[in-house]
């Protein structure tokens, strides 16, 4: 039968997503690209904000209505989190949550046998065991995903997450390096790492973030290793410098935020405020002078006054990120913000993100601005209809050269490339001349 994959939501989904293609593979199923070709829809869902419950609502209605006879299953963090509500929605055949996903084959071939629905989300213990799913290709990806945390102990008072994903779990050292190096015999150069809250990575054990990093890039192939997003906890000194001593990192750290207004932080529970968040992006940025910091920023948190806003903002401008993912906030059913008074109009939500975009837009292009007139190595992705090869520098920067020459795919490669303008998403260049012989190599 013919399986085909929607995925919501962030990197470790789309891992896991690979994950799952993987084991129906291996079970005898096929894995199509083309809905038209499918039998079986599969719903890795996101449930971080409730728009992103919409969307999945709605493509499942869809699919439900273009494919009456097909199989819907369900699966990922809205049925963990919410497996009543999920176990409600009449398009799902077969419904499970984050945990026990090698069960899959299984249920899938037990729905096919006897044509009855499934819910099978299994809860979370106090401490769960890391699982493991097969995955060495990350289909039409340059760069690979590699799952490496999962789960999340820290209750942001928002946050449904640590109930979606139960408690924190790491993939052992012996596993990270096996799958960078199946990566790296599939002809991955880079290899991201990925988790819920990554930066806890080894905690189980007293390691360190570090100590995969270094994993990965003693990984014969290994190029580059770059990070998923991070909270700010644990990037200490001694993690930073185990990092830069490492030519295979990439200096790009998307660090959330949240707010940069410490009543707020403090009322989201986060675990740190805006002086130490501050003292942690000069610490990285004295390890990494070319390095990008991006980060997340949420307006309109319950009780957020319109100077509590003014005073994140500021903050966040005056840290000089190089991209700023602004989003509202969205009350989650079963977190303690969502019972907090005071919540911010749906009015007041979209004055703050509109002018939190406009800050957003402004410090990116300044960070581009800024990179012009440097040299830097360029891991080309993909080759655009509009007349450009297409990749990304260490520090993460867009780099965007001319097809015309050369006129041959630069895919997978890496070349030297001279910053020379930039625009409001990204960087151009050339070609510098240690890379003139290169890029004419077969």
Same mark, same amino acid.
């Given at each position: ?148 945390? %999962? ?234 209809? %509009? ?49 003139? %012989? ?5």
């Amino acid at each position: 039968m013919n399986c085909y994959f929607y995925t919501f939501g962030c990197k470790v989904n789309t891992c896991e997503t690979a994950g799952m293609q993987s084991l129906l593979q291996n079970a005898g199923y096929t894995v199509v690209s083309q809905p038209e070709q499918a039998d079986i829809f599969l719903f890795n869902s996101c449930t971080v904000t409730a728009s992103g419950d919409s969307r999945l609502h709605h493509a499942m209605r869809k699919v439900r209505r273009e494919h009456p006879d097909a199989l819907l299953v369900l699966t990922g963090c809205y049925p963990q989190a919410y497996p009543e509500q999920a176990a409600a929605i009449p398009e799902a055949d077969l419904i499970i949550g984050t945990k026990h996903r090698s069960r899959l084959p299984a249920l899938l071939a037990q729905l096919c046998q006897n044509h009855a629905r499934i819910a099978a989300v299994d809860s979370y213990a106090r401490q769960d065991d890391f699982e493991v799913l097969p995955c060495d290709t990350m289909p039409d990806n340059t760069r690979a995903f590699l799952k490496i945390q %999962d789960g999340c102990n820290c209750f942001c008072s928002y946050c449904i997450i640590p109930y979606a994903r139960g408690r924190c779990r790491s993939l052992s050292l012996k596993d990270v390096a096996a799958g960078a190096a199946a990566f790296a015999k599939n002809g991955y150069r880079e290899i991201v790492l990925c988790g819920i809250n990554l930066g806890f990575y080894g905690m189980e054990w007293g390691g360190s973030l570090a100590e995969a990093v270094e994993c990965c890039a003693r990984t014969a192939g290994v190029e580059r290793v770059r990070l998923g997003s991070l909270e700010p906890e644990r990037l200490t000194e001694e993690q930073l410098s185990r990092l830069a001593a490492l030519p295979q990192f990439c200096p790009q750290f998307h660090l959330s935020l949240q707010s940069g207004c410490d009543k707020t932080l403090h009322a989201m529970n986060r675990k740190y405020d805006s002086a130490e968040y501050a003292e942690i992006c000069r610490r990285i940025r004295r390890h990494f002078p070319d390095c990008a910091i991006t980060t997340d920023f949420m307006v309109g948190f319950p009780a957020e006054s319109e100077a509590d806003f003014q005073t994140s903002l500021a903050f966040a401008e005056r840290m000089g990120f190089a991209a700023m993912h602004v989003f509202r906030y969205s009350p989650r059913a079963g977190t303690r913000a969502a019972q907090f008074p005071d919540q911010c109009s749906g009015a007041e939500k979209n004055s703050r993100m509109e002018r939190a975009q406009k800050a957003a837009k402004t410090a990116k292009e300044n960070f581009l601005k800024s990179q012009i007139g440097k040299e830097f190595p360029v891991l080309f992705e993909r080759e655009r209809g %509009d007349g450009y090869h297409v990749g990304h520098t260490p520090n993460g920067t867009v780099v965007r050269i001319s097809a015309k020459n050369p006129k041959k795919s630069l895919r997978n490669r890496v070349f030297c490339v001279r910053i020379v303008e930039s625009d409001a998403e990204c960087c151009y260049g050339i070609l510098t001349e240690s890379s003139l %012989d290169e890029r004419t190599a077969p």
